[in-house]
């Protein structure tokens, strides 16, 4: 379930390679991935985390014989430095929009900002997520 609060610096920071969090703490700024196919989302408050999505989306579920997938998983990692320097994962399942590439990409900066802004408020994330769009909680925790 996303928070809302008030706390904390916002979200200053989006879209960058050179992590303007790891900066600030002393650690090597340049932000690496598993997959350099897509654009790079990423966040940050600038001071105590960052967070960016690691790899390219994948079929969920991605079992063959179940057919087309409706959805997709997304990694995310991220840092906080009340985790003492660990990098984090984070799984969030969007609807897959067959007909629209440009779509996923906005679902995935929608899922970057409210996982963002619940890192910026409780300083972790859950495992796994799934987004609903028409929810007014935009991500809820599953499990």
Known sequence: MISNCSEGPAIAYRNFNLCPHCRQNGYPALLTRLSETLPMISRSDGESFHLLLADRPLPYPIECRLGPANQVSACFWYSHISGSRKTRSTI???PYPHVNRPSLFRLLETAADLL??????RGNLDTFY???PSCVR???AVG
Do not use: P
């Open 92 to 94: 969030v399942i969007l």
């Open 116 to 121: 963002a802004e619940e890192l910026r408020c």
């Open 130 to 132: 799934e987004f609903v």
């Open 138 to 140: 935009a991500m809820e």
